[in-house]
């Protein structure tokens, strides 16, 4: 069992580390994150995937672009105030993922169901935890260098890019997109 | 007071916070798997492992200490999966995994005792989840439903061997899906991922405002 | 494809953005374990966090 499950094991916290770096790296340096989720894939449309479910600090949103909306709101600085640093920083302080389905095949080309056992880390569907903090602003007034600290939970559940994974040896974009979206900070 | 004021208005605002958000489905299975999940882990863990965990399931915990100053449990640390500080190719990412649910007690027998508010005190928790489709049907043929239930919350810790009784605030992710023939409920956990990190006198309401 | 999906969860009410966590009252069939005493807790008399 545990032999078998190796290669899903280290494929899953290979995807994890990609995604992690990608995703809060996009957040911080104030670029889109849209295109990591199912919503606008035309292979998961086609198929008839249901749009990605993002729920932020408890509300329900539409579309990543929506929730592309909320970050930038959030970044907002009020007039008057002058920021020598980035107006909200995410810290990733820890990450964990889990297989859930290791024979994933919705929307899958027959061809990578044919060569890709469900042993292969190829076909997976993934439970990704990340932990950390958000820091808003900078403080003027003591040796911390932010105003407010927030403590972050974000869930992801991943499925993987067909279009990508297609391609032999394809280097370029994700391997995985965002079927579901949990986020909470507190 | 004008000076926080001033300090207030000089930091962007964070997105507000609503209540618990569970979209789980007409048969109510996430309130009624949580009502037993967290007695039974803080009272009798076998039971739990033996009505809701099979050889398919995955449980592993992530301790993270915010605080240098975080007496953090040494058997917590010893079996901490951080993908961040370990490595995605490290082996002890491999050997951290626990999967199959007498594993899984083992392990739990380990961990620190624990206590958990009632979920009742709805302020204490935050829970968010959803159905999803497309995981494998244990049967075989086809496409199954799961169940993502997210829990952000408190509880009392007390590692007996080392001595530390305290608080910590937690996140667990569970991910259910339907059960094989002959398991004690129509659902199994998938997966649990459990977060621990130091608590904050902050942290003390969880529930924020409810929804307008 | 969905409609023949094993779903043990029933389906989601249609128009469900938001829910609130309740836990349910008695009268639902809360899972009734034996509870036996193996909690080792005494009471926390501090945070030693």
């Given at each position: 069992m545990a032999s078998l499950q190796e290669t899903n094991i280290r494929c899953s916290a290979e995807a994890a580390k990609n995604f992690v770096e990608w995703y809060y790296r996009q957040v911080n340096e104030a670029k889109p994150v849209a295109q990591g989720y199912v919503n606008g894939n035309a292979t998961y449309d086609k198929a008839g995937h249901p749009p990605a479910d993002i729920c932020i600090n408890g509300l329900a949103v539409a579309t990543p672009a929506e929730w592309g909306k909320l970050l930038e709101q959030q970044r907002v600085v009020p007039s008057g105030a002058s920021l020598d640093r980035k107006a909200v920083r995410y810290e990733v302080q820890c990450y964990d993922v889990h297989v859930i389905n290791s024979d994933y095949r919705f929307a899958a080309?027959?061809?990578?169901?044919?060569?890709?056992?469900?042993?292969?880390?190829?076909?997976?569907?993934?439970?990704?935890?990340?932990?950390?903090?958000?820091?808003?602003?900078?403080?003027?007034?003591?040796?911390?260098?932010?105003?407010?600290?927030?403590?972050?939970?974000?869930?992801?559940?991943?499925?993987?890019?067909?279009?990508?994974?297609?391609?032999?040896?394809?280097?370029?974009?994700?391997?995985?997109?965002?079927a579901s979206h949990t986020y909470r900070a507190y | 007071e004008e000076a926080d004021a001033a300090l207030k208005a000089s930091y962007p605002t964070p997105l507000p916070r609503l209540a618990s958000n569970l979209r789980d489905g007409d048969n109510q299975v996430a309130s009624t798997f949580l009502r037993a999940v967290f007695p039974l882990f803080d009272h009798d863990r076998p039971t739990l492992a033996a009505q809701f965990y099979d050889e398919d399931s995955h449980f592993t915990v992530t301790f993270v200490a915010d605080s240098p100053s975080d007496p953090a449990s040494k058997t917590c640390l010893k079996f901490s999966r951080n993908i961040q500080s370990l490595g995605a190719r490290n082996p002890a990412t491999l050997q951290r995994m626990f999967s199959g649910g007498n594993v899984i007690a083992d392990?739990?027998?380990?961990?620190?005792?624990?206590?958990?508010?009632?979920?009742?005190?709805?302020?204490?928790?935050?829970i968010d989840g959803h159905t999803f489709p497309h995981l494998a049907d244990p049967s075989g043929h086809g496409f199954a439903m799961g169940l993502m239930i997210n829990v952000n919350g408190q509880c009392e810790e007390a590692d007996v061997a080392e001595s530390l009784f305290g608080t910590r605030t937690f996140s667990r992710c569970f991910i259910l899906g339907p059960s094989k023939p002959g398991a004690p409920y129509p659902y199994r956990v998938l997966s649990d991922h459990l977060t621990l990190h130091t608590w904050s006198p902050h942290d003390m309401n969880m529930g924020g405002q409810t929804p307008a | 494809m969905a409609a023949q999906a094993n779903n043990p969860f029933g389906m989601p009410p249609a128009q469900a953005l938001h829910h609130p966590f309740t836990a349910p009252s008695s009268g639902q069939p809360a899972p009734s374990f034996g509870m036996p005493a193996q909690n080792p807790f005494g009471a926390p008399a501090s945070n030693t966090f």
């Open positions: 080309p027959p061809k990578l169901v044919d060569i890709h056992a469900p042993t292969d880390g190829v076909r997976m569907m993934l439970m990704l935890s990340v932990s950390g903090s958000v820091y808003f602003g900078a403080s003027s007034k003591s040796n911390d260098d932010y105003a407010l600290k927030q403590h972050f939970n974000d869930v992801f559940i991943l499925v993987p890019n067909w279009d990508v994974l297609e391609k032999p040896g394809a280097k370029f974009g994700r391997k995985y997109l965002v | 392990l739990w027998r380990l961990l620190p005792a624990t206590r958990h508010p009632s979920l009742d005190q709805a302020d204490q928790w935050l | -």
